[in-house]
């Protein structure tokens, strides 16, 4: 980690409360320790106004940022919590309107795009809400926690037809993913046939009830499984797929049967087949909140990364190794574009769905929906 590196983080912890700078520690769940955006980035050509409701993750803040990197302009927001509030106008400042209710903001016409991230199980009504209320919404992932509230989105998409995206940030905001991604689209390794993915994270301190109640956050392959789940489908290029065997078990916390700390599954789609292992076993002598890493096997070569720690080798994240029919190469990633704002505020404003395919964001969802219902549960806390 380099000198400015060091100065941006000291300066984000002087300003967090000793809550959120613990989680932000130990858990990787708190504003990202770059300064807020000012603006959009160069070259955005779209402007739109968007309000956020629901501050109950810190995703929140990156959510935001890659609005405002994008062009998207903030103009209300609304939080019941006044330590919420006060972090997140510590972030973005006093400019925009603190919203008394989420009604006022729902109602305001010239708010066309509602960011959300509630707890889970809130997300899908908030989104449903928006869409409503004739704006489009960008929820946190897992944006939908139940088969039945995927039915009620799609319903809602077909009437209204707003866009319901969700920020599945592991690919779209992680700048090995992407470049990644673009690897595979010039034909690098060949036709991708599989990709496994291990995301171990940790849990840390400061965390809130819900994130131990499985009604509230789905479900471990509900909840970080979806990540892992558009990844796979996006790599593969599959449009259609199944769950082949899935499990989850609580192995570390007796006290709190609400909780799974382990899940995995298979997938099968008509581009590829996928292996995804989640977990909350990250050690603590690792100095980052998980080693997520991603394997994509092509016909012609493979990819992987290293998105958050190479350990024991290169400081920092997004690590990306290649072999192909050219040979074995490292790419540094840390500098790499993320376009997913500025294509997604264009998508907005245009019509389009260049950032993020709707029928391949909720396919990822009904994935792990589906591997969590079925999963089996071998193992339990002893």
């Not at 973005?92 to 066309?112: F, Q």
Request: aromatic letters at 8%; proline letters at 6%; a neutral charge.
């Amino acid at each position: 980690m380099d000198r400015r590196s060091i100065l941006g983080i000291a300066g984000i912890a002087a300003m967090l409360p000793p809550e959120v700078l613990a989680q932000s520690q130990s858990s990787g769940n708190a504003p990202s320790e770059n300064a807020a955006p000012t603006g959009p980035e160069p070259g955005v050509k779209h402007r739109v106004d968007f309000g956020v409701i629901g501050l109950d993750h810190a995703h929140i803040y990156s959510m935001t940022d890659a609005m405002i990197r994008g062009g998207g302009v903030l103009k209300a927001f609304h939080s019941a919590d006044p330590k919420q509030v006060d972090t997140f106008r510590k972030r973005y400042g006093n400019a925009m309107k603190l919203a008394r209710s989420e009604d006022e903001i729902l109602g305001d016409k010239a708010i066309k795009l509602i960011v959300g991230a509630p707890i889970p199980d809130l997300r899908a009504p908030l989104g449903i809400r928006a869409m409503r209320a004739g704006k489009d919404y960008l929820g946190d992932k897992p944006a939908i926690t139940s088969l039945e509230q995927l039915a009620e989105v799609r319903k809602a998409i077909a009437e209204t037809k707003r866009k319901f995206a969700i920020m599945y940030s592991e690919r779209l905001e992680v700048r090995a993913a992407v470049h990644a991604g673009e690897l595979v689209q010039q034909g690098r390794i060949g036709k991708v046939i599989q990709t496994v993915n291990l995301a171990p994270h940790r849990v840390g301190t400061g965390r809130p009830d819900w994130f131990w109640d499985k009604t509230r956050y789905g479900g471990i392959l509900t909840d970080i499984g979806s990540h892992q789940a558009e990844q796979f489908l996006f790599y593969t290029g599959s449009k259609t797929a199944h769950v082949v065997a899935a499990q989850t078990g609580n192995l570390q916390w007796p006290d709190k049967p609400g909780f799974e700390d382990f899940g995995d599954m298979m997938l099968t789609g008509d581009g590829g087949t996928g292996y995804v292992r989640v977990d909350w076993f990250t050690p603590d002598g690792l100095p980052s909140w998980g080693d997520g890493r991603l394997f994509i096997l092509g016909t012609e070569g493979y990819i992987e990364l290293r998105k958050y720690v190479d350990i024991a080798g290169r400081p920092g994240g997004n690590h990306l190794l290649i072999c192909d029919k050219q040979g074995v190469r490292y790419i540094d990633c840390s500098k790499m574009p993320l376009p997913f704002g500025p294509q997604f505020i264009t998508d907005l404003v245009e019509r389009s769905s260049v950032a993020q395919d709707q029928e391949q964001a909720l396919l990822a969802a009904e994935l792990v929906l589906t591997a969590q219902k079925n999963a089996t549960r071998p193992v339990v806390a002893a």
